[in-house]
């Protein structure tokens, strides 16, 4: 598995974008990167997962380096509902499954 | 359609006792494991299965055996359960790589 470097904790306001990068220079060729989210008391949510190309869905963007050992999620108008720890997670092929580091726990001020 | 449905909920065991965590799926998914979450903890990978009679080990295996005779069902077994496993238990599930997981509700295990 793939070994990722995530910031312990970050911190935003209200209204405003947020850029939460992840390390993952091991990642494989076959290995899409999954990027969830835990919100407290709840189980892990999947947000966006993209292999090579920049992805956009209703809850995020994804921008991944060019190389692929880097990646950013960007959460363009954070709320506080988003407020959670997330987790970078390269993973795929036929032996897909999800390991989870740590993570960044994200704080959202009102 | 219901997603991922764990059962039971909550679920107290006394020291010794084995227990059977259901996890079932009605979405055709391939890929499923099961997690364990202790307190303030992250998650940890216990087993997982990439189809129907195929199933590996995770991060944290012991005292923990799994099978999948069916593509639905995907359930945990506890031998012997040991205050060590006092933990919520997620089960997940998904189509293939180029799709995301999608976790139960969990199962909160406290063992006495």
């Known amino acids: 598995d793939a070994k990722t470097t995530q910031p312990n904790s970050m911190e935003s306001n209200e209204e405003e974008p947020v850029h939460l990068p992840c390390n993952h220079s091991?990642?494989?060729?076959?290995?899409?990167i999954h990027w969830y989210r835990q919100l407290p008391s709840q189980g892990p949510e999947y947000v966006i997962h993209?292999?090579?190309s920049n992805v956009n869905n209703r809850m995020a963007s994804l921008a991944i380096a060019e190389d692929r050992k880097s990646s950013t999620l960007i959460l363009h108008r954070a709320t506080l509902r988003d407020a959670a720890v997330y987790y970078c997670?390269?993973?795929?092929?036929?032996?897909?499954?999800?390991?989870f580091g740590k993570g960044t726990l994200l704080t959202v001020n009102p | 359609n219901a997603g991922v449905t764990q059962t039971p909920k909550f679920q107290v065991l006394k020291t010794g006792q084995s227990m059977t965590l259901q996890c079932a799926q009605d979405?055709?998914?391939?890929?499923m494991s099961w997690y364990r979450q202790d307190p303030g903890m992250g998650l940890r990978l216990i087993h997982y299965?990439?189809?129907?009679?195929?199933?590996d080990q995770g991060e944290v295996p012991n005292g923990y055996n799994v099978s999948r005779s069916t593509t639905e069902d995907f359930p945990l077994r506890l031998l012997s359960a040991a205050p060590s496993q006092t933990s919520v238990y997620f089960c997940?599930?998904?189509?293939?790589?180029?799709?995301?997981?999608?976790f139960g509700s969990g199962t909160r295990l406290t063992v006495v």
């Open positions: 993209g292999l090579t």
């Open positions: 299965s990439v189809g129907a009679g195929i199933t």
């Open positions: 997940a599930s998904s189509y293939s790589d180029r799709s995301g997981y999608t």
């Open positions: 091991t990642i494989s060729g076959t290995d899409y």
């Open positions: 997670i390269p993973s795929g092929g036929s032996n897909y499954k999800l390991t």
């Open positions: 979405m055709n998914h391939e890929y």
